[in-house]
């Protein structure tokens, strides 16, 4: 017992000593991590904060090298496919213009019309315009049966109002160990871009919400809204059976409740803690590439695991 407790104070003493050698973005770091229950609308405004902090990102990327290896923290994030409909929010916002207003009218940005990707009409399976190389929507899943969606909201509504049976392209990050809510996913996809990025960034909700909408408003704003060349889109898609702007109002309209039946959680913000690589400055599939070979220090991140990595 003498020796045991005489061990247990060395460890104490070290550990002790190498936390006081930090500064306090890693410290806040390595003591709000300890806890796997975290919030998320803590951990990740605090990665806001210390992104650039060169201790913290020493011990957040040591997750080859601390005492488990890179086991506990590979994760892995797998391409695939699924029908939209099957897929359900995080956040609890979903724009009701970033959702329909470049399915209505073609955007100047835009190289051809975003209907067209909507509707299943640019191939199989879809995926959006964006300001990444793929355009996956980011899920994690299956926990109690569902896939969430990390990144990739407002790409996943217009599929759901021009086409909720349409197979969209996903990268799905599987549960594992300590990864077994989404609130968890949350935080680790925001350490990852945090490490790749230098900085973490998110973007605040504008306009009225999808989410609490009701379908004559849907319905009154494509009757205002769509274009002539939507409406051929949609019937070339067999959605309606001529270029009438009823009959698109009608359709649009009543595919909303199938997107509400699959909302998010009523805690979690898209300014507060939704994930945007590319907006921070990586992209998803460096991201992507950082999680599946462990390199993110998430689960008990230590600062002896930079010790032991420059051993």
């Not at 299943?120 to 896939?147: H, Q, W």
């Not at 969606?149 to 759901?160: C, N």
Request: proline content about 7%; aromatic content about 6%.
């Amino acid at each position: 017992m003498k020796l045991l407790m005489e061990n247990w104070r060395k460890f104490v003493n070290e550990e002790v000593e190498i936390l006081d050698e930090l500064g306090n973005a890693a410290r806040a770091f390595v003591k709000l991590s300890q806890d796997p229950k975290a919030d998320a609308r803590v951990y990740i405004p605090l990665l806001k904060k210390i992104a650039a902090d060169p201790e913290f990102r020493a011990i957040a990327a040591a997750g080859k090298t601390d005492a488990k290896g890179p086991e506990d923290e590979s994760f892995k994030v797998s391409p695939g496919s699924m029908p939209a409909k099957d897929l359900h929010a995080t956040q609890k916002e979903i724009g009701i213009s970033n959702s329909l207003n470049d399915q209505m009218v073609q955007p100047s940005w835009a190289p051809n019309p975003p209907a067209m990707n909507a509707l299943g009409l640019k191939g199989s399976p879809i995926e959006m315009l964006c300001k990444d190389t793929r355009c996956a929507i980011l899920t994690f899943g299956p926990v109690n049966g569902k896939y969430r969606i990390l990144d990739g909201h407002h790409r996943w509504s217009q599929v759901m109002m021009m086409n909720p049976d349409g197979v969209v392209a996903v990268d799905n990050l599987e549960p594992k160990g300590i990864l077994a809510t989404p609130e968890n996913a949350l935080k680790l996809m925001q350490l990852a871009i945090a490490l790749k990025a230098g900085k973490v960034v998110t973007i605040p909700f504008e306009g009225k919400n999808l989410m609490s909408a009701d379908a004559e408003q849907i319905y009154q704003f494509v009757l205002k809204n769509i274009s002539d060349e939507t409406l051929k889109l949609l019937v070339v898609a067999k959605k309606i059976p001529k270029p009438d702007k009823k009959l698109a109002a009608k359709y649009i309209s009543d595919n909303l409740g199938a997107l509400q039946a699959n909302k998010g959680f009523s805690h979690l913000t898209r300014a507060g803690v939704m994930p945007q690589a590319a907006d921070s400055g990586t992209s998803q599939g460096a991201v992507n590439q950082a999680i599946n070979t462990g390199a993110v220090n998430f689960a008990e991140p230590s600062p002896k695991d930079v010790k032991k990595a420059a051993e």
